[in-house]
């Protein structure tokens, strides 16, 4: 593992124990605001050198964004969507019970993406497909939004907040907004066992951060090949 990763996973190992401490909510903004613009471009909060995200983008050809390796599941551009989709959806209408942005600012029409959920169910074609057809300057545009909402909402949180169940009512929300597709109902399950705490561990710095690793070993194979 190269030392930046090294780096990053031991601070997720920090931020967790942080998570547990009552009295530590400063130290548990500035944790997770340092793993959350690692695993977004620099531009969405001005960070200086390279970020996971800069990786995936540098200098890459609009055609291997959308290529799916041989072999493999998904594009670089899935990926980054997919994590973009589950970043929106669980810390917009789970933890702040707000739209999520995919709704209130219509980034589906702005990506030319009509699969208003996560994608999880997606099979080949439908990847395929979505690879394809997606708009992928508005793709990071669209993440960027994601990224500066979820560092707002954290901003926000109290260490009372933190403790607190998600909220069954939100995931209902989730469910009848067609954020989750009937096949992938397993998320509402997984969600709501975690608390706001662990939800701050999963989606946004967690996920982001598999997807990430995901979308640069894509990107290893298209460039490659």
Avoid: C
């Avoid at 593992?1 to 009552?22: F, S, T, V």
């Amino acid at each position: 593992m190269d030392p930046l990763r090294k780096r990053w996973n031991e601070q997720q190992q920090i931020l967790r124990r942080a998570l547990g401490k009552p009295g530590e909510l400063q130290t548990v903004r500035d944790l997770f605001s340092v793993q959350h613009a690692m695993v977004h471009a620099g531009s969405m909060t001005g960070t200086e050198g390279m970020t996971f995200g800069d990786q995936v983008w540098r200098e890459l050809p609009d055609d291997a964004a959308r290529r799916i390796p041989a072999g493999g599941e998904h594009s670089i551009a899935w990926s980054i969507w997919h994590a973009a989709r589950i970043e929106d959806i669980t810390m917009n209408m789970l933890v702040a019970d707000s739209l999520q942005l995919w709704e209130s600012d219509g980034w589906g029409k702005r990506m030319r993406v009509d699969l208003g959920n996560t994608g999880n169910a997606l099979d080949a074609v439908g990847v395929a497909r979505l690879s394809d057809r997606i708009d992928l300057a508005a793709l990071q545009s669209y993440r960027i939004a994601v990224g500066r909402r979820t560092r707002a909402i954290v901003a926000a949180l109290s260490w009372e907040d933190l403790k607190r169940k998600v909220d069954p009512a939100r995931l209902e929300q989730v469910r009848k907004r067609g954020a989750v597709a009937g096949p992938s109902s397993w998320l509402l399950e997984y969600w709501g066992g975690l608390t706001i705490a662990g939800l701050l561990l999963m989606p946004p710095t967690r996920h982001n951060f598999v997807h990430l690793n995901e979308a640069l070993r894509v990107r290893h194979m298209v460039l490659k090949a």
